[in-house]
């Protein structure tokens, strides 16, 4: 069936009930919500729980939403009933920025976005503060470009380093991953517009992501998996949230009503919108039953089944007016639905400042012997591919299409810097025939999936020491693409050959010439670091840092801005020093690590049908630290240009409320800012738990060299609790705590001690349970 015969269907109907009475139908934002759906056949009522569907020149394979319909560009719409009073709202991807289309058919005017760094960036900032003003740069964009709610933010844990969608997340901790989302929303929904946070729950692979069961325990799933977006959830509301594509436990996570129902509605409140992702799961009446209000983008045997069940009973009137109500209560607060008038002009110029200043406060300085940094220009040698092609962001929805991405080299020469120009002529050239290369080949047409990653390539040594005598300073850039539909592959976690070898071989001539080496690390996910970190003089982390990346990169090296990063997660010595590195599909062949790839019911694959959560709650530092085992970069690490002292910490306990203050002093040379970590472990509980866990941050504000400034921070009884999985409750012991002071997870300044005189105790729905036993880890 065709939307031509749905519609017909439709009118049908309409007709039908128009005719046995002459009044004027309710209409939305005059009538109440309830008379609206009162005046609703069943048929407008099921085409109200799907989409409108997509362009029909996109594929179905795409899974990436794209519609020409108001936005063109936009992910989707959904339904209007003109009758009622109906209109189509917009939805557009994100979400490190808009995602539309940058310029339209018969149309001169230009509709570029602005690229914001990958969340992985503005997790490094640590600051809630600026993450916000990113969120609301984006949220005007959002506004002034048409669009309703923007599917963003991500919010799923950082589970394994070759996760392809780790860009797309904030971190392996559920505190920072929750706060930080939490204020992305905020900002952008301060615009007026809606937000999706995403992927509702467990989806930490993208290989057979449609079809993988992610077994995890009720306690792992409550307090790793969940808890970023129940802080989320709390903190900012955001209007709709988005499930994701994998099974948890058993079941599709949209057909799931333990988890939208039991947990995200009964337990946490939320009375927002629940949609599907693009194309998800494979029953709709049980979709409409588990709480999914929206099935995107819209499919006519969608539409059909829900009718179907409506009038065969299996699926209950009630559970689809529910549904509905809540569509007509997200439409009624859109942009579109109040007529803002919007302008295609959003202040694109400002954004850039703003994504500039989060790029750069989201670098993060992994080394710097001797002070090798900041340097205040002069001749440099640029070397890697990756220096004169920058990566803004990510593959896949999350890609923006903006007008431009400063470069490397670019951002070096805007900072006074002067680049080598016979070295940019071997790089451009070669740069120039591998995209060609990769264009001619037809395995490459879908551009969402089959990013062009040009591959480095070893210099002559000749020319290598010839540069070192012109030049003062080299740069090294290591790159990595990372993306949606497919996960990385265990050879991108290390350098490759040629990368060892031109590192090794550029170090080795400035050395011998008294200069220095830098590297840049333009990536999407962590890399191996640990054999080769002592080599360069300095390392810069900036990520993936938008379109304006290369001028924070070249801000940061030269001083201008101090830099403040912290590490959103843990960098290991060895992949195979993760602790759910062997429950992963690391070493899968390359053509059988698409999301695409069909599932078969008959195999039971581990790591591709099914991902055994081994690791427990054992995720990032939490492992590291328990079981002592050495990392190469520590969660929470950074370096700077200054020195911070932590002193004067004093604690204060109300109820179940405790209040820590820190006093932190700027006692370096430089004008910098710093972050204080909070830590705390709770008494002996007998149950299995981490040496200690983040409980709460903050980044101070930047200091003057011998300034000072109070930092306080607060923690109640609810965030100290872990999940008493047999109790089916959330506990904290009565007892005595001890709070940790930190500069990372490895770098504990002080601590402190205070006791919680009664216990809290919250008791929870029993759901979730995994349908196989697993034998996870234990301390």
């Excluded at 997340?169 to 204020?183: F, I, M, Q, R, W």
């Excluded at 991902?611 to 690490?637: A, H, Q, W």
């Amino acid at each position: 069936m065709d939307n031509r015969i749905i519609m017909s269907t439709i009118t049908a109907a309409i007709l039908t009930a128009s005719s046995s009475c002459n009044q004027t139908p309710p209409q939305l934002g005059t009538a109440s919500i309830d008379e609206v759906i009162a005046a609703m056949t069943i048929e407008e009522k099921a085409l109200m729980l799907i989409g409108a569907g997509m362009d029909p020149s996109q594929e179905k394979t795409s899974f990436v939403g794209s519609t020409e319909q108001k936005v063109p560009g936009a992910a989707g719409i959904t339904r209007a009933i003109p009758r009622l009073g109906i209109p189509s709202i917009v939805l557009a991807d994100g979400p490190a920025g808009l995602r539309i289309k940058p310029k339209r058919d018969n149309d001169e005017k230009t509709y570029y976005c602005t690229a914001f760094p990958i969340a992985t960036t503005l997790s490094s900032t640590w600051n809630t503060e600026l993450v916000k003003e990113v969120g609301e740069s984006i949220g005007n964009e959002v506004l002034e470009y048409g669009v309703d709610v923007i599917l963003s933010p991500g919010a799923n844990i950082h589970r394994n380093p070759l996760c392809g969608r780790n860009y797309e997340y904030y971190s392996e901790d559920p505190v920072l991953a929750g706060k930080t989302a939490s204020a992305l929303i905020n900002g952008i929904q301060s615009l007026g517009v809606g937000t999706s946070i995403k992927h509702f729950a467990g989806n930490s692979q993208e290989t057979n992501r449609m079809n993988n069961d992610a077994r995890i325990t009720q306690r792992a799933l409550r307090e790793i998996y969940l808890r970023q977006f129940q802080i989320a959830i709390r903190e900012s509301n955001p209007w709709t949230v988005m499930t994701s594509y994998n099974y948890i436990n058993g079941s599709y996570s949209s057909e799931n009503r333990e988890l939208v129902h039991d947990i995200l509605r009964d337990e946490w409140k939320y009375d927002g919108l629940v949609m599907t992702d693009w194309f998800a799961g494979t029953n709709p009446v049980n979709q409409v039953i588990s709480g999914n209000d929206l099935l995107m983008p819209g499919v006519n045997n969608q539409y059909e089944k829900i009718v179907e069940g409506m009038k065969n009973g299996s699926l209950k009137i009630e559970y689809v007016d529910e549904n509905v109500k809540r569509i007509l209560e997200l439409v009624l607060k859109s942009p579109t639905f109040k007529k803002y008038q919007y302008s295609n002009k959003p202040n694109l110029e400002e954004h850039a400042k703003i994504t500039r200043q989060a790029a750069s406060e989201g670098i993060v300085l992994l080394t710097n012997k001797n002070n090798a940094l900041p340097i205040k220009g002069g001749k440099a040698a640029l070397f890697g591919v990756t220096s004169y092609t920058f990566y803004s962001g990510g593959t896949g929805s999350g890609d923006v299409n903006e007008a431009y991405t400063v470069s490397l080299c670019e951002g070096l020469e805007n900072q006074g810097f002067t680049i080598d120009e016979k070295l940019k002529n071997i790089y451009i050239p070669a740069i120039d025939k591998q995209r060609e290369d990769f264009k001619s080949n037809p395995a490459n047409k879908d551009g969402l999936v089959y990013t062009f990653n040009p591959v480095d390539f070893v210099i002559d040594d000749a020319q290598i020491k010839e540069f070192a005598k012109t030049n003062d300073v080299a740069f090294i850039t290591i790159g990595r693409v990372s993306g949606e539909f497919r996960d990385r592959r265990i050879a991108d976690f290390y350098l490759s050959d040629n990368e060892k070898t031109l590192l090794t071989k550029v170090q080795k001539a400035f050395k011998a010439l008294g200069k220095k080496t830098i590297v840049i690390l333009n990536i999407g996910g962590v890399i191996e670091t640990a054999s080769w970190k002592d080599i360069p003089d300095a390392i810069v982390l900036p990520w993936m840092g938008g379109q304006e990346g290369g001028n924070a990169v070249a801000d940061v090296v030269t001083g201008a801005v101090n830099p403040s990063g912290r590490l959103p997660m843990t960098f290991p010595i060895d992949y195979f020093d993760v602790p759910g590195a062997k429950n992963f599909p690391y070493d899968y062949p390359a053509d059988a690590r698409s999301m695409f790839d069909t599932h078969d019911d008959n195999q039971n694959r581990e790591n591709f049908d099914f991902t055994n959560y081994l690791e427990d709650i054992f995720v990032g530092y939490r492992y590291y630290n328990t079981f002592g085992k050495k990392t190469s970069f520590p969660f929470g690490y950074g370096l700077s240009y200054s020195d911070f002292e932590f002193s004067d910490v004093k604690i204060q306990t109300a109820g179940g409320d405790f209040q820590i203050t820190v006093n932190v002093k700027n006692t370096g040379s430089c004008e910098g800012k710093t972050v204080v970590e909070l830590y705390a472990k709770y008494p002996e509980s007998g149950q299995s738990s981490p040496k200690y866990e983040l409980k709460a941050f903050a980044k101070t504000n930047s200091l003057m060299p011998g300034e000072s400034q109070p930092v306080v921070l607060t923690v109640n009884s609810a965030d100290l609790a872990y999940f008493d999985a047999a109790q089916n409750q959330w506990t904290a012991p009565a007892g005595e705590y001890t709070f940790f002071i930190g500069k990372s997870a490895e770098d504990i300044v002080t601590e402190v001690k205070s006791q919680l005189l009664t216990p809290y105790a919250s008791k929870v729905n029993d759901v979730m349970k995994t349908k196989v036993d697993l034998d996870v880890m234990k301390n």
